[in-house]
């Protein structure tokens, strides 16, 4: 995104704000030559605006919400523009006032027109010209427009269809175009996405391409000879080169005024150092800032390629930073569309504490409304459910502990035809994965449809290739199936089929935020049926059970140091087979003395396991599950859920724990768990271990 002067973010608090938010102000002119970029800096994360709730808000910046923010954007005068897709499909800003106000759009749509009289369809990426025109990439539209400085909209390019065709302005065709820059010599540069090319539009209105091929790839090279793979955002540097944020390559490209395309970072070879870079901002010495989709982070790239997390690398992970633009002291502005906020990045002095600003998307955001409905037909009939979020999975190279479950599933049979549960707009640019693989999936809206053949019947025949197109390679074998960013489905809809998993995996919200899919409600989903708790066992820090008793108690030696404390436990819902275990939804613990009484700090259960929502970090399952959980290295298809109560995994947070023995008083006690499914069930039997202290 263009600036043409330097100016100065100035943080101001708002009363009743939920964090931080600043006004932009015009400051004194610059030095000659800009101050280099410090390298390797990390951010204090402030909220600009919105709640992290989706919805239809504009105002003060601490009570707007947004549906899908995507491109940010900020010209001269320290105004801020931001497109947000989604439901709303309009186009914001932010002047001095600190108030968001409508520039253009309302509803969904292609019309040209003035303020509210013009309509977009899921607007990406937007740029400024040195005029103060700001253009947008209209993806769901097919086109480019340009957005005055009075709200004047008009379509410059672009016959709102989806094609590929060279020409001028409405002749020509693009294929979901992303991302947009402007060169001082008005030239607009285009991210084609879904036609893997970069196109450029003269200022006359001539469409030419500048270069890529006619199928996905990555390759370097002139022109046409050159290939992409989605590439969703662009920027434009001081000497002429156009930066490419290459998304499914996983890699940053550079092309030179004359059409020659080179690899500056990653790609296919080696291994991965960036991880899906979707939104880009360059700086005047050529150091790059790139939105991760996969990870959830902003990274700085120095100009000699050496990549640091500036921030989102921890369990404040952003939901999908889709949009980036740097202000003139060199913080940045971040839309992350996934979580329905903006954010201002700025560098966190030494010995400075992050600030507590909330990320992502809030547990307060509107669950899809599927009014009962199953992935499966009959959709209000009931099926049977095989797996809950937070299970321990396992791989298939002998890891009984690789991965937390992230969702809920539901038995069919293969090549079972896969329905929406819920009307939605595909957001992500890369929407569906893992061809053929066995957790192949579809990302809709707010839910994700995994272990299903996107777009295909049993036969793998095309269901919808209207909707969701096959592409095959020059020897005619299917090489992957893309469903672009804007398309819309409605409950019913078919969106596969069933693949050799047998089951229909159900996620609901963006990577790290998922939440508890049992809370969308299922027509004829009960339980009634209580969990069962099968072993408690404390466990020494070398790993070891203790196991010596005395008079029916379990012998805990004070100077036992910190001890694990685990539960193995498991839960049925109403009609599933006997041998079907799921996970339980919390865990917790009480210690009590002889007498029954609580002991000091036990007084409620410690709740130290609650699957209200997935923790973003990798090594969870590790912390939530003792060694020994899973089926894996068991040979069998019961799974054993070994839960470790004395760490915490609950609310996206982790930590590890332990039961210091010197802190229990000399005598007798009990161990009192409390473990409990979704539907408020608790376990009532063999939930007591009775130990004595010495």
Known sequence: MERRHWVMAVAVLTGGALA?????????????????????????????????????????????????PWGVAMDAGGTLYVADAGDNNRILYRWLDGDFHLLAGSGEGFADGRGAAAAFNTPSGIALDRHGNLYVADTGNHAIRRITPQGEVTTIAGSGRAGFA??????AQFNGPMGVAVGADDRIYVADTWNDRIRVIDPDGQVTTLAGGAQPGWVDGAGSQARFDTPTDLALAADGTLWVADLQNNALRTITPSGTVSTRLGGGDGERVLWGPM??????????????????????VSPHGHVVAVAGDDARRFARPAGLALAADGSLLLADADGHRLHHLQPRQPGEPPLATPVGPSPDNPLPRNQGRWPLAPQT???????????????????????????????????????????????????????????????????DYIHIKVGRDAANRAL??????????????????????????????????????????????????????????FAGYADHVAPKIDDIALLDGNGQRLRETR??????????????????????????????????????????????????????????????????????????????????????????????????????????????????????HVIRITAKDYSGNEAGERRELRIVAR
Do not use: C
């Open 551 to 668: 008079d029916g108690r379990l012998v805990v030696p004070r100077d036992a140091g910190g001890l694990q404390l685990v539960v193995e436990a498991w839960d049925q819902v109403d009609g599933n087979l006997p041998r079907r275990r799921l996970g339980l939804y919390a865990l917790g613990y009480q210690i009590l003395d002889a007498a029954g009484r609580a002991l000091p700090g036990y007084e409620r259960p410690r709740m130290n396991i609650e699957f209200n929502r997935m923790p973003p970090q990798a090594d969870a399952v590790k912390v939530a599950y003792a060694e020994d959980s899973g089926i894996t290295v068991h040979g069998s298809a019961v799974t054993r859920f070994r839960y470790v109560l004395t760490n915490t995994v609950r609310d996206g947070r982790l930590a590890s724990g332990a039961l210091q023995a010197e802190e229990l008083p000399p005598g007798e």
């Open 166 to 171: 060279d020409g001028s302005g409405r002749l």
């Open 20 to 68: 931080a938010s600043y006004l932009w102000a015009p400051r004194a002119p610059q030095a000659a030559v800009p101050a280099a970029t410090p390298l390797g800096w990390r951010a204090q994360v402030e909220l600009l605006a919105g709640d992290g709730v989706e919805g239809d808000v504009v105002g003060p910046g601490a009570q707007s919400r947004f549906s899908d």
């Open 464 to 521: 919808d290739p209207a909707r969701m197109q096959l592409l095959y390679d020059d020897a005619g074998k299917l090489e992957r199936v893309r469903v672009r960013r804007g398309t819309r489905f409605q409950p019913g809809d078919a969106l596969g089929s069933i693949n050799s998993q047998a089951h229909v995996h159900l996620a609901v919200g963006p990577s790290g935020y998922e939440r508890n899919a049992v809370r969308l409600g």
């Open 279 to 300: 939104a880009l901002a360059l700086t005047h010495d050529g150091v790059a800032y790139v939105g991760e989709r996969l990870s959830g982070r902003v990274v700085q």
């Open 381 to 447: 009939g009931w099926h049977e459910v095989t797996g809950t979020l937070g299970e321990v999975r396992g791989d298939f190279r002998g890891e009984s502990r690789h991965h937390l479950h992230s969702g809920f599933d539901v038995r069919g049979d293969v090549g079972q035809t896969v329905l929406a549960i819920a009307g939605g707009k595909v957001s992500s640019p890369a929407s569906t994965w893992t061809l053929g693989g066995q957790a192949e999936g579809l990302s809709l809206d707010k839910l």
